[in-house]
C-alpha cells in the first residue's frame, strides 16, 4: 500500500504524519491532518508551535489544566526568573526558590551563596586552589578566620519575563489557520495564491528562517474577545470561518477561549470561492487533560 501524499509544507510527495493543528500540547486529540511529512512536522514543532506553546502566559493556562508537553511533564512556568540583581533563581515544582550557586570576591572579601555550608566550602576551596594555596594552607585559613561565619536563608523576589514577540506568536498561528483551512477544503485551498505564499513561509520558518512574514495576521479586537469574557474557564478551544466586508476569507482561532490567545488570520482574497458568504462556520475542539 502507497501511503505517500502531498506534504503541504514542503510541497514534495512523501510519507505522511500525524500533524495537530493545534498543537498537542494545548489539548488538543481530535483536530489532526496527515498530509505533513515527518521532516516538515519536526520543523514546526521546533521552530513554529513551540514558541506558542512555551511562552510563560501559555505554561500557565496549561500547568493550571494538567497539561503535559513532549517530555510527558505537565509545565513549571516558574522555574527560572531573575531576582534583583539580575542573578537566576530556580523554583522547583513546590515553589521553593533556589539561587544558582555563586561566589563574589570584593578586595579581600568573599562572598558565596550556596544552598549549603558544604557546598560554600567546597567553592571556596577551588578557588583557593587556582590561586596556589596547599591543602594544610587552606584548612589552617579556614580554621584561623572562622569561615563560614555568616549563615542566612534568602528568599529573593524572582522577576520573570513575559514579554511576547507577536511575529512568533502569529507565525504559531498562522500555521494553524493554513492547516486548518486545508483541513476544510483540500486542493482548492491548497492551489489557492494566498495558502501558496503562506505555505513557503511556513517551510522556510520550519528549516529555522524567519525572514519571511505575513501581514495579514493579527489579534482579535477587542469587540469579539469582550463577548468571550463569560466563556472563559470553558476547557475548549475554538476556530471558525467567515467572509469579511472585502470578500477574504478569514479564520478567526480562539485557544483556551482566552483573549489573550486569539487570532484572526486572512487564508484567501476570495471567500466566495469557499462558498462561503454570510455565515459563520465555527468548530469546537475540546482539550484532552493527559
Do not use: W
Not at 506553546?53 to 517530555?71: A, C, D, E, P, W
Not at 486542493?187 to 494566498?194: K, Q, R, S
Not at 501558496?196 to 495576521?217: C, H, P
Amino acid at each position: 500500500m502507497n501511503d505517500e501524499s502531498l506534504c503541504i509544507i514542503c510541497g514534495i510527495v512523501k510519507k505522511g504524519t500525524e500533524e495537530h493543528i493545534i498543537p498537542k500540547s494545548l489539548g488538543n486529540e481530535s483536530l489532526k491532518i496527515y498530509c505533513v511529512c515527518k521532516e516538515c512536522n519536526s520543523g514546526l514543532g521546533a521552530n513554529v508551535d513551540s514558541y506558542l506553546v512555551n511562552h510563560m502566559f501559555t505554561q500557565i493556562i496549561r500547568q493550571f489544566l494538567g497539561l503535559k508537553g513532549q517530555s510527558g511533564e505537565v509545565p513549571n512556568p516558574f522555574k527560572k526568573g531573575r531576582d534583583e540583581e539580575g542573578n537566576v533563581v530556580h523554583v522547583n515544582d513546590d515553589f521553593v526558590p533556589r539561587s544558582l550557586p555563586r561566589l563574589e570576591q570584593v578586595g579581600t572579601k568573599v562572598k558565596i551563596t550556596a544552598p549549603s555550608r558544604e557546598l560554600a566550602l567546597t567553592m571556596l576551596r577551588k578557588k583557593l586552589i587556582r590561586q596556589g594555596f596547599s591543602d594544610v594552607q587552606i584548612d589552617q585559613y579556614i580554621e584561623r578566620e572562622n569561615i563560614i561565619r555568616e549563615e542566612s536563608v534568602h528568599y529573593p523576589k524572582i522577576r520573570y519575563d513575559m514579554t511576547v514577540d507577536l511575529n512568533k506568536y502569529y507565525l504559531a498561528a498562522l500555521k494553524i489557520a493554513y492547516e486548518y483551512g486545508y483541513h476544510k477544503f483540500g486542493e482548492l485551498f491548497y492551489n489557492d495564491e494566498i495558502a501558496q505564499q503562506i505555505r513557503m513561509i511556513l517551510f522556510n520558518a520550519s528549516k529555522g528562517n524567519f525572514d519571511y512574514t505575513y501581514g495579514k495576521v493579527r489579534l482579535l479586537s477587542s469587540f469579539i474577545t469582550h463577548s468571550m469574557e463569560k466563556e472563559q474557564g470553558i476547557n475548549c478551544h475554538m476556530l471558525s470561518l467567515h467572509k469579511d466586508n472585502a470578500n477574504q476569507l478569514i479564520v478567526n482561532i480562539i485557544l483556551f477561549m482566552t483573549p489573550g490567545l486569539s487570532f484572526s488570520v486572512c487564508i484567501s482574497n476570495n471567500a466566495l470561492k469557499y462558498r462561503i458568504e454570510n455565515e459563520i462556520i465555527t468548530e469546537i475542539i475540546p482539550i484532552k487533560i493527559n
